[in-house]
């Protein structure tokens, strides 16, 4: 994957306090770092074991405080990346117009205790116009490290390459007409995509045979 522009997500990215930030997505690390840096100060003042003995107490508030921050303000660091893979899915296949359509697929991975974000998230993008369907989908989320990639590795279907479209949990499916089964992971069914996509392809079809 090679980088491109992720310029919302670098906006919403840089209103983030990151060690607040960190500290929410793992209860263990935040604990052992707190009694660590709580120990190391407290050498330093000759007081190891009375900060020690604080830091371990603190550990799992400073955690759940990092957690509620996540859930807080995770959602604009999303729809920025979210919307830098639709503009860029866009930009690659050079596809605009009023018959065209976008539509994100977002399949997120797991979630740790108490934060509603995932450490990953992997969107693809459709864009459906009245001849082709036209997906992107080299992207990567690391919302736990604030990481964000957009590539450039896109396919664009034709309607009389595909047979059927469908959902089938967790994938959106594009059957070919060669027999092929294009899977495209979404967390939830995108009924918006399907609806779009299936009216086109059965215009399309109709179309092709005449009356």
């Known amino acids: 994957m090679s980088g491109g522009t ?52 603190a550990g799992p508030a400073v955690w759940f405080f990092g957690a509620r921050y996540i859930n807080d303000n995770y959602e604009p660091v999303l729809q920025g990346y979210l919307r830098d893979v639709e ?5 690659i296949l050079g596809l605009a117009g009023e018959n065209v359509a976008s539509y994100t697929l977002k399949y997120k991975g797991d979630s740790p205790l108490l934060v509603s974000a995932a450490k990953e998230y992997r969107p693809t993008s459709l864009i459906v116009t009245d001849s082709s369907v036209a997906v992107y989908d080299d992207t990567e989320l690391n919302m736990m490290m604030l990481n964000a990639d957009v590539g450039t590795d896109t396919r664009e279907m034709y309607y009389d390459q595909i047979s059927t479209v469908n959902y089938s949990d967790p994938y959106l499916e594009l059957k070919t007409s060669d027999g092929d089964t294009m899977q ?28």
Not at 87 to 91: I, P, S, V, Y
């Open 184 to 211: 495209y992971y979404s967390s939830r069914k995108p009924n918006d995509a399907l609806h779009d996509i299936q009216s086109r392809l059965r215009e399309y079809k109709s179309a092709s045979v005449g009356p």
């Open 6 to 57: 992720t310029r919302n997500f670098q906006d919403a990215k840089s209103s983030i306090t990151v060690p607040i930030w960190l500290a929410g997505w793992n209860i263990l690390y935040t604990w052992v770092a707190v009694i660590v840096i709580a120990g190391i100060v407290g050498y330093a003042i000759d007081s190891a074991w009375t900060l020690g003995a604080l830091g371990f107490l």
């Open 87 to 91: 503009g860029r899915g866009r930009e």
